[in-house]
């Protein structure tokens, strides 16, 4: 029988042979990367039956990955396992296309059946975070917010890689844009954010989960 076929995302090599050793008796580990425009280039020549991938990768996160993911392998199940346990953050996650949320520690009891009942057709959520969940649909009143989802697909890929380090040159080369392009962006998002320097961007990348420290 064909056993099906993973994909896995993570920016810490420790955290991928852990990964493996979990999932290599039960399913064939195709491609292993560690970041996420590495992810975008290598996913759609495997086309995998799902993907595992952080949140908080190198160059793109893995919110935004999966974002551009599910036009390119729109069949490819998607399985965030991060150590954020914010409801935001599973918000976004399935809005930007996951079916699965789990978290690292609760990995070697979760993962497996986690991965299964995904490729069933199922949706799954950690019970580490469901709760909290649904606490902060219920409870969390409606207004206007300053999350990342709030931004362009274009605007959070530059905020990413400002909060960094890279420069607007190399940034322009990473997203193939004008140097004075990436500076517009970055002026927009300041003034959306209502942000005044570099290093705030950074921190508010940080406090996001866009990058990690």
Do not use: C
Not at 186 to 212: C, E, F, N, P, W
């Amino acid at each position: 029988m064909k056993r099906p076929r993973l994909l896995l995302a993570d920016d810490h090599t420790l955290v991928l042979e852990g990964l493996r050793k979990l999932l290599e008796p039960h399913f064939d580990l195709i491609e292993t990367v560690e970041d996420g425009r590495t992810l975008l280039r290598r996913a759609p020549q495997f086309n995998p039956d799902a993907i595992l991938l952080d949140i908080s990768m190198p160059l793109l996160n893995g919110i935004d990955a999966a974002r551009q993911l599910r036009k390119a392998l729109p069949q490819t199940k998607i399985i965030f396992l991060t150590m954020h346990a914010d409801p935001a953050y599973v918000t976004e996650a399935f809005r930007a296309g996951a079916s699965g949320y789990l978290l690292k520690r609760s990995a070697a009891s979760e993962l497996v059946n986690a991965v299964n009942e995904v490729l069933r057709g199922r949706v799954y959520v950690t019970p580490l975070v469901a709760r909290d969940m649904l606490r902060s649909v219920l409870w969390t009143p409606a207004g206007p917010s300053a999350a990342p989802g709030d931004l362009s697909s274009r605007q959070r890929e530059i905020l990413q890689l400002v909060a960094e380090g890279h420069t607007s040159k190399e940034i322009a080369g990473l997203l193939n844009v004008s140097v004075k392009t990436v500076e517009y962006h970055k002026a927009r998002l300041m003034q959306r954010l209502g942000l005044r320097t570099t290093a705030d961007l950074t921190r508010y990348a940080i406090q996001h989960g866009l990058v990690s420290l």
